[in-house]
Each structure stands twice: as structure tokens, then as C-alpha cells.
């Protein structure tokens, strides 16, 4: 069965304190992998998509790396306004494209 | 920027009514999407629709659920006798099969 681990489930930060954050994924084949940013009460917020392994995407403070088994979302120097749950999604093959999501890990940054 | 746009921000309605959540998808795009996400859970695939039919659903779409696209612009889900557990967060999603881009969710409460 098609699955996606978050982890951590929450992390805490001080402003300027990078960190990474965590995505493994089993699929049978795997389409492309997504990461989304969601604010409370906000429906997800698109950030990149990854579709094979070695491939990087970057965005201000954001990188998002993939392995064949796994996805890091990398938050250099955060600021307070990066807190926020991060999703991570993916997209598998056999005819589908639906979007498995992981649980997602809630980032808090403070100042 | 294009957006998806969902409509009612909030709806509250007595069990065993039935609803009808509309969207508006990214006008280019031609995939659409329900999700749910359950208060404290997973963004859950509902359906998706393409070419004027559903092109996949899941478990949770049973026969209380269906949508449709009245015209060229909206999109939407109607659930017809209303249950508790479907109390949620609908997020209806649009995608030219880069990346789905979601809408800011209809909260549903039933009572």
C-alpha cells in the first residue's frame, strides 16, 4: 500500500536556526512528490514538485531535496512568518492522480 | 495570480440535509479534485474528475456523494443526506497535471 511518514510531527525553531524536515515515501512507482505549506484554517499551499531522485527545487528560504525513499525540506535561517504545517504529497502511477499526503509536521519559529 | 475559489467559506447544516459545495477552478486547467481533511488528520482524495466524468474515486465517496459541472466555470460537490463524520474541511483542487493547486476549503459543520 502506498504510503507517506512525516517526520518530526511538530519542531520548534529560534529565528535563524536552520533544520530539515523529514518525508519518506513507499510507492510502487513513484509520479512525482509534493510539498505544500498549510496555514490553520487554509486550504495547501503549493511549494514544488519533484519528480526524480537527485532532483532540487529552491524557493527564498526553502529547498526541497528526493531520494528513491525519501524527500527533505530543508528551512534555512526561518523566520516567524515560515511557521506553518508542511505537507508532503505523492503521486503514483497506475492510472491515478490522486495525491497520497502524509500527516504533515507543524514548524514554529520564534523570534 | 489565477486561484481556485470555493464557496461557502463556512456552512452549518442539520443532519440529513443535504449540501452543495461549489468552486471555481483555475480556468485553464482541466483536472479537478475534492479533498477532506478531517480537524487534526490527512488531506483525504475524495475524487477526481476530468473530461466531464469522474475519472477515479476513493472508499469515502460513496453513493450520498457526487459532483458535478453544471456549466464552464464551476465545480461541484454535493453530499445528499448529511452524516456527523462528514463534519470537515472540503478542499476542491484544479491542476494542468504540473501540480494541483488548492482552494481555501468550505469548513462543513453538521449538527
Known amino acids: 500500500e502506498d504510503q507517506v511518514t512525516q517526520s518530526p510531527e511538530a519542531l520548534r525553531l529560534q529565528e535563524g536556526e536552520s533544520s530539515s524536515l523529514n518525508c519518506s515515501y513507499t510507492?510502487?512507482?513513484?509520479?512525482?512528490l509534493f510539498w505544500y505549506r498549510q496555514d490553520p484554517g487554509k486550504g495547501p499551499e503549493f511549494l514544488f514538485t519533484l519528480y526524480s531522485a537527485g532532483e532540487e527545487k529552491e524557493k527564498e528560504r526553502l529547498k526541497a531535496t528526493l531520494t528513491k525513499k525519501e524527500s527533505f525540506l530543508h528551512i534555512t535561517a526561518p523566520k516567524p512568518e515560515d511557521s506553518a504545517t508542511y505537507l508532503c504529497a505523492v503521486q503514483a502511477p497506475r492510472n491515478t492522480d490522486k495525491l497520497i499526503f502524509g500527516t504533515g509536521t507543524r514548524l514554529q519559529v520564534f523570534p | 495570480e489565477p486561484e481556485v475559489t470555493q464557496t461557502p467559506s463556512h456552512q452549518v447544516t442539520q443532519m440529513g440535509q443535504e449540501v452543495i459545495l461549489r468552486c471555481v477552478p483555475i480556468?485553464?486547467?482541466?483536472?479537478f479534485y475534492w479533498y477532506r481533511q478531517i480537524l487534526g488528520q490527512k488531506v483525504e482524495f475524495l475524487v477526481s474528475f476530468y473530461n466531464n466524468e469522474i475519472s477515479e474515486k476513493s472508499e469515502i465517496f460513496d453513493d450520498q456523494f457526487s459532483v458535478e459541472r453544471p456549466d464552464g466555470s464551476n465545480f461541484t460537490l454535493k453530499i445528499r443526506s448529511t452524516k456527523l463524520e462528514d463534519s470537515a474541511m472540503y478542499f476542491c483542487?484544479?491542476?494542468?497535471?504540473?501540480?494541483?493547486?488548492f482552494g481555501q476549503g468550505t469548513r462543513l459543520t453538521v449538527v
Open positions: 483542487a484544479s491542476s494542468d497535471n504540473r501540480g494541483e493547486l
Open positions: 480556468s485553464n486547467h482541466l483536472y
Open positions: 510507492v510502487s512507482g513513484l509520479r512525482g
